[in-house]
């Protein structure tokens, strides 16, 4: 055998096993321009994919974060059908086994919404539909929950999936493009929702991220998710503000890229 195709296969094997024995949980939010896509490696090895944003950037910047090996996604969680959220995940269907989809009830009259749908049938891809309260069990120390899933409302924000992931001491609110009417329900439910880590709802929109919200999450970090000279003036002045008033150390990847953490 050639001695440096020798070489290379030996590498490859010692990154494989550095990868596979990390035992840290990864989150990395990622840089896809104007939408929100999130993903999680659990200690486990398991890939959770919050999102898929606008386009098939969501590709390139997937294999910044797995390894060029890796090919399954354990779980796809769709938060809402709006485009900024869902597009990339057509194109991951394609390149990815996905194990399972994760949905609301909502299942809007609309073409992207048949398009996906039409994805779907032709993998052969039956998604789940979660409720409040649904919890997924990795290992005795990480869970996740899911906080909200309305599906009713004609503002497909509203019907945003809301999740809460808690590892060892830390926890993680992850909230879609949520509006403040939602977030006034998820509060009215009593539920616990303070979280160390805040994915900022609706990429800093001022209407999301209300100061009771806050108070009730009272984050550490708070990471928004948005474009380059977007259309839509995100993140909004009045949703800094308040995320200011709150103290948390605000993150975008509009301005540091793709957010990597690790615990």
């Known amino acids: 055998m050639n001695k440096l195709v020798l070489i290379l296969i030996i590498i490859s094997i010692l990154l494989f096993s550095l990868y596979t024995y990390d035992d840290n949980l990864k989150i990395s939010f990622l840089d896809v321009g104007q939408g929100d896509a999130i993903l999680i490696r659990t200690p486990q090895g398991q890939n959770i994919l919050i999102d898929g944003g606008p386009d098939n950037v969501l590709l390139s910047e997937l294999a910044k974060v797995l390894p060029w090996w890796e090919r399954d996604i354990d779980y796809l969680v769709i938060t809402h059908y709006h485009a900024d959220h869902m597009m990339g995940f057509i194109e991951v269907l394609n390149k990815y086994k996905v194990k399972n989809i994760l949905v609301t009830a909502h299942q809007p009259d609309d073409f992207l919404y048949q398009v996906w749908n039409d994805k779907l049938s032709e993998r052969n891809i039956q998604p789940t539909i979660v409720k409040a309260g649904d919890k997924f069990i990795v290992s005795d120390d990480l869970y996740w929950q899911v906080i909200l899933a309305d599906s009713d409302h004609e503002d497909y924000n509203d019907n945003s999936l809301v999740i809460k992931l808690s590892y060892k001491n830390k926890d993680f609110m992850f909230t879609g493009d949520l509006s403040i009417a939602g977030e006034e329900k998820i509060i009215s ?72 953490f690790s615990f």
């Open 189 to 260: 439910s009593g539920i616990d929702i303070s979280a160390e880590y805040l994915k900022v709802g609706h990429h800093g929109s001022r209407y999301s991220s209300s100061d009771e919200f806050l108070k009730a999450v009272n984050p550490q970090f708070c990471i928004i998710q948005s474009g380059v000279g977007n259309d839509y003036g995100h993140p909004h002045s009045e949703a800094l503000s308040r995320l200011e008033n709150i103290g948390c150390q605000i993150m975008n990847t509009q301005n540091l890229g793709t957010l990597n």
